[in-house]
């Protein structure tokens, strides 16, 4: 609370918001009386407006200043400015009645302007609810009542519920033990892992594989990115020589245990510049240098 005038670390904590791509929001679902809550009560749905309230702040000062700025050179006649001038003049109103920068939508000739403004609320946001153990998978409450805000608020934000208690068990446990206890709480992943997969989801992202006989990868790349592009994540030379990628979809080539059989069994299949990749792919790329 205060961040958008500077109070404590607020000018630090908004600017590290403006690196990201994306917003988790972790609010508290849970009652603890030996886990005092900096406002007292627990309430996610005041905790969410507090943040976002500051967000919004931070925000609309932002656009005044670009605002004032702007309006004088787009009196000149500059075609920027005036582009900038007819965005910023809606989002100046949002801002001050409340809502926040993503309810506009710009038109393919102005994302990029609106993308320069690097406004907090133009995010996209994920909520991670941090519940008991024994309601992970039910929820409680306290998450129903953050679910109702978002709604009322006409916010598709999903929200992930994990337990933070969990997740630090988690990390004290070797790899093997880890599944079974998971399997205790009747949990095929953990919190952290679901969280990954819904910020994929949310940024529109999705991996696929390399492997080798020394090592295996997961590359990162947008849904719908065609072979050459995912090749040029690995290396800038992959994507410019390319001339085919050899795949095999992630299941079948555990399933077979590696590339010699899964080529026995017809399983790998040449795909061209055309091919978009599909979340899980495993991929051998042919290009020339």
Known sequence: KGASEGEGLGNQFLANIREVDAIIHVVRCFEDPDVQHVVGAVDPARDREIINIELGLADLASVEKRLDKTARTAKSGDPLAKLEFRLLEPLQRELAAGRPARVIEPSDEEAAAYRSFNLLTAKPVLYAANVPEDEINSGNRFVDALRVALEADQETAEVVTFSAKVEAELAELAPE?????????????????RLAHAAYHLLGLQSYFT????????WTVHRGDKAPAAAGVIHSDFEKGFIRAETVAYGDFVRVGGWKPAREQGLSRAEGKEYVVQDGDVMLFRFTS
């Open 211 to 218: 492997a080798g006989e020394k090592e295996v990868r997961a």
């Open 177 to 193: 033990d880890r599944t079974e206890f998971l399997d205790s709480l009747g949990l095929s992943e953990s919190g952290l892992d």
